[in-house]
C-alpha cells in the first residue's frame, strides 16, 4: 500500500459559462521519502491539484478519482474528517505566507494553538515546542519573537513560521505551492534548503509545486510535468533533465537557457541558511548571498 495513491483524479469547476476541467485523469503515487516536484505552465492545474490531497477545493468544484492517503479515501470526506488530515497526515505551505497566518495573533500563539488544541499539550509544554520549532525553521532569538506579530517579520521568516506550522504537526506529507515565488532568490535559496534538510531529518513526503524547473531540479528526484489539467510526462528528475521525451517538457527546458542546472550551482553562504537580508534585525557583515554560477 503506497501512502498517496492517486487514481484518475479528475477536479471540474461549473459555472454559468460552462465547465472547466482543471484536473483531467491524474495518476499518481508516492511513498515516505519521495520528493516529487509538479511542474507546468499557469493554468494547468497544479494547484488545484495540490489543494484537493487537502480535501480544499471548494463549491463549485466537483472532484472524481480516488485519492487514498495511508489507506484512507480522501475523495469524498465529510470537512470534519478532513481536518484531521490536514496538519497531522498532510500539511501544506503556499505562496503566500500571509495566506497562512492570522494578522491579529502572535506568531507565538497561533503556534502553540496548534499544539495545545490539536496535539492536546499543556500550555507551558504547547510554547516550549512552538520556540523549539520556530528554531528549528531558523528563526533566531526564538523566545523574544514569540510574542511578535505577522507583520513584524520579513516575507521569508513568514514563509519559515509557515513551514514551521505545517511541520509542527510531523506530516507523512508536506505539500508546498510555489512557496518561495513571492521571495527574492537569495531568501528562496534558504527556505528551500530548508524544506530539504526538514525533509531529510523527517522522512516525510513533500510534493512541490513550481513553474521554475530550476527549482524542480534542486528539490525533487521525480518530476511530474502538468499540461492541461494532464500529466504529460514523468520520471526521475535527472533522466528528465537528460532526456525529456515531451515536447513540452522540452519547450518548458528550452526556455530555462543558462539557468541554474544543478542544486549546487546554488551556493548560498551559511547564514543564509538561517537569517534573510531582509529581516531587519541582526545585520550580519556578511550579508546572506547566493552565488549563481553561470
Ligand atoms: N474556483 C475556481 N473556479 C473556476 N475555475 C477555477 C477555480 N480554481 C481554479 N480554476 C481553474 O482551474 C484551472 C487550473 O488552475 P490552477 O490554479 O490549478 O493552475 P496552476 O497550474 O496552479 O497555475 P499557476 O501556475 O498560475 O499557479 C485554471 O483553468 C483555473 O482557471
Ligand atoms: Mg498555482
Request: contains cysteine.
Amino acid at each position: 500500500m503506497s501512502l498517496l495513491q492517486v487514481s484518475d483524479l479528475r477536479i471540474t469547476f461549473e459555472s454559468g459559462f460552462g465547465t472547466v476541467d482543471a484536473v483531467r485523469g491524474v495518476s499518481f503515487s508516492m511513498e515516505m521519502g519521495d520528493a516529487i516536484a509538479v511542474v507546468g505552465a499557469s493554468g494547468s492545474g497544479k494547484t488545484v491539484m495540490g489543494r484537493s490531497l487537502l480535501g480544499l477545493v471548494d463549491a463549485p468544484g466537483i472532484v472524481r478519482g480516488s485519492i487514498m492517503f495511508n489507506g484512507t479515501e480522501i475523495v469524498g470526506r465529510s470537512e470534519k474528517a478532513m481536518q484531521d488530515i490536514r496538519g497531522l497526515g498532510i500539511g501544506m505551505v503556499f505562496q503566500d505566507a500571509l495566506d497562512g497566518l492570522n494578522p491579529v495573533y502572535t506568531i507565538g500563539s497561533q503556534l502553540s494553538e496548534i499544539f495545545a488544541v490539536r496535539m492536546r499539550m499543556s500550555t507551558k509544554a504547547a510554547r516550549a515546542e512552538a520556540i523549539r520549532i520556530m528554531e528549528q525553521v531558523g528563526i533566531h532569538n526564538a523566545k523574544d519573537r514569540f510574542d511578535n506579530y505577522p507583520h513584524q517579520f520579513s516575507g521569508g521568516m513568514r514563509q519559515r513560521i509557515c513551514i514551521a506550522m505545517a511541520i509542527g504537526m510531523k506530516p507523512k506529507i508536506l505539500i508546498a505551492d510555489e512557496p518561495t515565488t513571492a521571495l527574492d532568490v537569495t531568501v528562496q535559496a534558504g527556505i528551500l534548503r530548508l524544506i530539504k534538510s526538514l525533509q531529510a531529518e523527517t522522512g516525510m513526503g513533500l510534493i512541490f509545486v513550481t513553474h521554475d524547473l530550476a527549482v524542480a531540479r534542486m528539490i525533487s528526484k521525480r518530476i511530474i510535468v502538468m499540461y492541461a489539467g494532464q500529466i504529460v510526462e514523468e520520471g526521475l528528475t535527472e533522466e528528465i533533465f537528460q532526456r525529456p521525451r515531451h515536447p513540452y517538457t522540452r519547450a518548458l527546458l528550452m526556455a530555462h537557457p543558462g539557468r541554474v542546472k544543478s542544486w549546487r550551482d546554488l551556493e548560498p553562504i551559511p547564514e543564509a541558511f538561517v537569517t534573510d537580508s531582509s529581516s531587519g534585525g541582526g545585520g550580519s557583515a556578511s550579508a546572506p548571498q547566493v552565488v549563481i554560477s553561470q
